[in-house]
């Protein structure tokens, strides 16, 4: 519509005819119609949308049980923003975007790789978590602070079914085992003891300058080697230690924290250093720190889909973002499936249903979701619940996922069915398309990128021989002496990887390709960060089996600690494993006090040390109980009068 000016007339609102006003009245009212109208079309990254829709309007569906058809049909309805299925951009073809540098199984989770993620990660601002929402959230946990009573540590220790720390807290009748297994003792108390003089408080110890280390991975949240501790000193029996750090929980561990933080980090070493914590003592302060902190994880699922972003705002904000390197503003699938152990157990404690609700909606959305040749590729859209890239691989940006469906069966006291058949269904997948014997006889998994196999294999994929040994016995009985044969080949192959360095410690990835065998080509992949995941292979393989080679090597694997990584004031890392100058990375790994120090002390023990009917690790090796449902809902007599 062409506005006609009068003869003589200024062009104002003054100089037109009441028809035409009328019109332009019309015209502007469909004009602001239409505008607002579009505020909804915006992607979710919109700061204009925060500010003119109310936070209950932009409330994303998240998926639990009895919700499954609404969220479905929100799943259907296509989005802007979406990354349509199976399309790649240029961008993620070339290498996984801005992805940072020494990414390894850890490397969604590597620790360094995490810090570059914080600091310049932030790519998706999600708008998820509205004011309405914390109020849920408060409701939720006022209501089932009645839950906090229900759970009896008592009765919970009644139906384990053995003595959760064995016959003498597992000391080995051999003396030269139990010598072994004191050397290792020493090893975790000069670790902590240079922890307590020179870091504190902080999340690592700089072993070389002696100072602490914060970093920004864990959202403002302090004391990461004090929580990741915990269980370890207690089942070592240091108790003077373990008691330092209950004390340090009791009056410093803060969680009114407001920063940024990775939700897996975060989730597999706090969630599960304090549920073990409580597990395995009994104290009550634990159960309410994790508590608190697991109601502070919840916004992160207020995603379309219900899949959680990579990234947290620890305050009451609750925001989430996707790794700024994560293809299309993706979640990592070692990071939105390595939640499932730790959210069972906090329903468990708290009784709110909430937990498992979200954890099994990301189960749900996982199996029905189409698999490239069954396989899951790592990157997932919150937004669309479609996959975003074919990048398929059992160490860093996968691992965890396959660990946790196989142990969410065991710790389900092998009730939980689903989780049964997507972990041998993926295994099934894996060794069609990843598994590969080089030509020296080594067997290895390598990583698949749309089809293509890349022949290397990560210092985090090594997991996997201990993963495929503890599935082995719920195999198909006619897999199971196979799956055991698997496992023992892939420990093999990764203890190789430490054989063939001049320091007898292994690289951070390794390959099989222009003549190599099992070892690194690349300089960037030669460094050790005092990772876990080998000598975790050979402590499970030594529990099925009793092969005294696992023993063996993991002796070695002291041995080669004490020569290059023991600085005079901690553990380091080192960051060449070919060469004897040793180059020290000045860090001490809170996941060396959890994990390597633990399974390397387990390794030495009896097997009645946390026995495997029992517990299940989480993967930062908390352990975690199995839960014995009907025994734990038995309500006799003699358990109504227990105290908790
Ligand atoms: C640990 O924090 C966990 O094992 C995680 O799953 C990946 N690896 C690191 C240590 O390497």
Redesign the pocket.
């Known amino acids: 519509m062409v506005f006609r000016k009068l003869p003589g007339v200024s062009a104002s609102g003054m100089g037109l005819r009441l028809s035409q006003k009328f019109v332009f009245l019309l015209f502007l009212s469909g004009l602001v119609t239409l505008c607002f109208g579009a505020l909804f079309f915006l992607p979710d990254s919109v700061r204009l949308k925060r500010i003119f829709l109310s936070k209950t309007e932009i409330q994303p569906v998240t998926v639990g049980s009895g919700l499954e058809n609404e969220a479905r049909e929100h799943l259907k309805r296509p989005r802007e923003q979406d990354h349509p299925r199976g399309v790649t951009s240029a961008k993620e073809t070339s290498g996984g975007g801005a992805r940072p540098k020494g990414l390894g199984?850890?490397t969604p989770?590597s620790y360094e790789a995490t810090e570059e993620r914080l600091a310049g990660g932030k790519a998706q601002e999600d708008l998820t978590l509205s004011g309405s929402n914390v109020e849920m959230e408060k409701v939720t946990s006022s209501d089932h602070a009645a839950g906090l009573d229900a759970f009896s540590h008592r009765k919970f220790q009644r139906c384990l079914l053995k003595p959760m720390l064995g016959r003498d807290g597992g000391k080995p009748g051999d003396p030269k085992t139990n010598e072994r297994r004191e050397k290792v003792k020493e090893m975790m108390k000069f670790a902590w003891d240079n922890y307590k003089q020179y870091a504190w408080g902080k999340n690592e110890l700089r072993p070389l300058t002696k100072n602490g280390h914060i970093g920004n991975m864990f959202g403002g949240l302090r004391g990461a080697s004090i929580i990741d501790s915990l269980d370890t000193l207690y089942i070592m029996g240091l108790l003077d230690e373990y008691n330092d750090a209950k004390d340090w929980v009791r009056t410093s561990l803060d969680l009114t924290s407001n920063g940024e933080a990775s939700l897996f980090e975060v989730n597999?070493r706090y969630v599960g250093g304090l549920l073990s914590a409580y597990y395995l003592t009994g104290e009550e302060l634990f159960k309410t720190k994790v508590l608190e902190l697991g109601q502070k994880l919840l916004p992160a699922f207020n995603t379309p889909t219900g899949i959680p972003r990579g990234v947290i705002n620890l305050g009451s904000s609750g925001t989430s973002w996707s790794w700024g390197w994560a293809s299309a503003g993706s979640s990592i699938l070692a990071e939105f499936g390595?939640l499932h152990l730790e959210f069972i157990h906090l329903t468990e404690l708290s009784g709110d249903p909430v937990y498992t609700e979200k954890v099994m909606n990301i189960r749900k959305l996982l199996n029905k979701i189409e698999k490239p040749q069954g396989l899951y590729p790592n990157f997932l859209s919150p937004v669309s619940g479609n996959w975003v890239q074919h990048h398929v691989s059992i160490g860093g940006l996968g691992?965890?996922f396959y660990e946790y469906l196989i142990k969410s069966y065991l710790m389900s006291d092998k009730t939980d069915e689903d989780a049964k058949q997507m972990y041998y269904s993926a295994l099934e997948a894996i060794e069609a398309n990843l598994v590969q014997k080089s030509p020296g006889g080594l067997t290895y998994m390598a990583e698949w990128r749309g089809g293509i196999l890349d022949h290397k294999m990560g210092h985090?994929a090594c997991f996997s021989g201990g993963m495929i040994g503890i599935g082995a016995d719920d195999g198909a009985p006619d897999k199971r002496q196979h799956y055991l044969d698997l496992a023992a080949e892939i420990t093999h192959t990764c203890h190789e990887s430490y054989d063939r360095s001049a320091t007898k410690l292994g690289p951070e990835a390794f390959r099989f390709d222009s003549g190599a065998e099992a070892t690194a080509t690349r300089l960037s992949d030669r460094y050790y960060i005092l990772?876990?995941?080998v000598i975790e292979s050979y402590m499970y393989m030594w529990r099925l089996t009793h092969d005294p080679k696992y023993r063996d090597w993991g002796w070695e694997a002291v041995e080669a600690l004490e020569q290059h990584c023991r600085v005079e004031s901690g553990f380091s890392g080192i960051r060449d494993v070919y060469t004897l100058t040793d180059s020290h990375d000045n860090m001490q790994q809170s996941?060396f006090l959890s994990?390597t120090l633990k399974y390397l002390y387990l390794l030495f023990s009896d097997d009645d040390l946390l026995p495997l009917e029992d517990w299940v690790f989480n993967?930062?090796a908390h352990p975690l109980p199995v839960v014995h449902k009907s025994c734990m809902q038995d309500k006799s007599p003699q358990d109504k009068m227990l105290p908790g």
Do not use: A, N, Q
Request: proline share 7%; charged share 45%; hydrophobic share 20%.
């Open positions: 199984r850890k989770t597999i390595t691992d965890s985090l990772r876990p995941e996941f994990e993967t930062e």
